[in-house]
């Protein structure tokens, strides 16, 4: 059974800093591509990043391209989620995802993914 344990969260003032982080157990880590999405209060659960199996390939929203880092670490079944710069409307609960099978491209979509963390809370204040 795949398990995505997210860690990371908090509470930051605009401009600042957090690195998520999602441990991942369950089946060969290395061989299926990874998620981050969000969701904000009252609105859909969107994509934020993602990554493929080797790390070779990435995916970023609009909203976060040159300030979110996603990157794996493969030997240690983690993936994270380094975010710059912070806005308050990053504000959302951040999940971790993984899909169910193996592929060589990005999933960029929500129904490609079947597994879900718990999701970690991130607010920022201005």
Sequence with gaps: QVQLVESGGGLVQAGGSLRLSCAASGRTFSS???GW???ASGKE???VAAITWSGGSTY???SV???FTISRDNANNTVYLQMNSLKPEDTAVYYCAAPGGVGY???RQRDEYDYWGQGTQVT???
Excluded: H, L, T
């Design 105 to 107: 491209w990005v999933p």
């Design 32 to 34: 299926y591509a990874m």
């Design 45 to 47: 659960r969107e994509i």
């Design 60 to 62: 970023y929203a609009d």
């Design 65 to 67: 391209k040159g300030r």
């Design 124 to 126: 920022v204040f201005s």
């Design 37 to 39: 999405f969000r969701q």
